[in-house]
Every structure is written in C-alpha cells, then in structure tokens.
C-alpha cells in the first residue's frame, strides 16, 4: 500500500489511544457518592455514548431529577482528584509507534472530553512532547468538527487525517475536510471511511 501524503494527523482520544471507560465509571460513581445519590455507572452504559460530549452523556443516562449543575461542579472535582492517578490503559503500540509517527507528521488530538481530559492523557501517558497541539469539547464548547478546523485554519493544515473509531469521528472528519482512518480496536463502527486500521502498529504501517 502507498503512503498516504498527509501533512498532519488528529487523534481521537478514548477508543483511539486508550481505554479509560473504567476510570470514567468510578469517577461517575463517587460524584454521585458524594451528592448522597445511590447510582453506579457501569462499563456497558458508558461504553454506548462514547465519544458524545459530556453534556449529551449526562442527558442521556442521568437520574431523573439530577441538580445538573451541582452535578457537573462534584463530576469536575472528582475528576481532577482522581483521574491524574487512574489514567487509561495504552493499546498496544501507541507508545512504541507514536513518537515515530511524530517524527514524519505533526500530531494533534480533538475529543470531546472535558476540559482537562487530553492534559490527563498526556500526563499520565508521558507523551505531550509529540503533539504540537490539542482541543476538545471541554475547552471550547464546539463540536468535534469545528475544533478540527480551527486547528486547520491555525497550522494552516492541508491535508490532515483524523484518526478516530466511530462513525460521528467520521462524519466530523469529512465535514471539517478530513480523511478519515478508522481504528477498528475501539468502542465503535464506521462505514465510510477512508482507511482502516486493525491495531495500532496496523495503523502505523499505513502511515510510516
């Protein structure tokens, strides 16, 4: 297969570099815990919103009668406390290829994580030196699609791939005028996208 010619690449984050789902569950859990609300989060209910941002996940799987806002406020204190030491687990050959990867491309990464969760990622990882830049949902209250053209308008990015495993990254990759690489490892399925990736190290033969 030839290589590609992109000039940049674009992670997703959750499904795509790591798995933090049970990380998310807990720290649901103790918000709740702490608003004196008996309600556990399990990996299956959050597995099916993955990749909504937070406010379509509260919308969809909070208790009736939730103080929303109370609700946000313990959610973003938990997640502070608890995510810089819970962390994600890695698929395999992220942390092998990524810098090697970073070596041919500019690397970014767009989710629709709160926002603090790509500095999470990338403390807990160790891999912030290979990504010239990041946003999410949590940081500008846009939409996948526009994050990734703000980062194109601003890197004066020509031809980026967005590299995500579900079929809303897709959808937001092309209207943002993306190629779309699916990584078919994470939490969901795409039907149209450009390339496909079964593993990390799949992917980096496609693009290295």
């Known amino acids: 297969m030839d290589i590609p010619s992109f000039d940049s690449l674009i992670f997703d984050m959750d499904g795509t570099l790591w798995d933090a789902v049970d990380s998310y569950c807990l720290i649901w859990d103790e918000a709740y815990r702490r608003m004196g609300i008996d309600r556990k989060v399990s990996r299956d209910e959050l597995l099916k919103y993955m990749g909504m941002s937070i406010n379509e996940i509260v919308a969809r799987i909070a208790p009736t009668g939730l103080d ?3 609700f946000y406020a ?29 070596q041919r491309y500019r690397l970014f990464m767009v989710s ?23 946003l999410s949902f949590g940081q500008t209250f846009l939409n996948k699609e526009n994050n990734i053209e703000t980062l194109c308008r601003k890197y004066n990015l020509l031809k980026p791939a967005y590299i995500g495993d579900t079929q809303g990254d897709c959808n937001s990759a092309h ?34």
């Open 68 to 70: 929303i806002k109370n």
């Open 74 to 102: 313990t959610l973003g204190e938990v997640d502070d406390e608890l995510m810089p030491v819970l962390g994600g687990r890695l698929y395999p050959g992220v942390k092998e290829f990524l810098p090697l990867l970073a």
């Open 112 to 134: 629709n994580c709160g926002a603090r969760g790509l500095e999470y990622f990338m403390d807990y990882t160790g891999l912030r030196e290979y990504f010239t830049d990041t």
């Open 175 to 208: 209207a943002a005028g993306a190629t779309m690489i699916h990584v078919t490892y994470g939490f969901g399925t795409c039907r149209d996208a450009e390339y496909n990736a079964d593993s990390f190290n799949d992917l980096a033969s496609i693009l290295l």
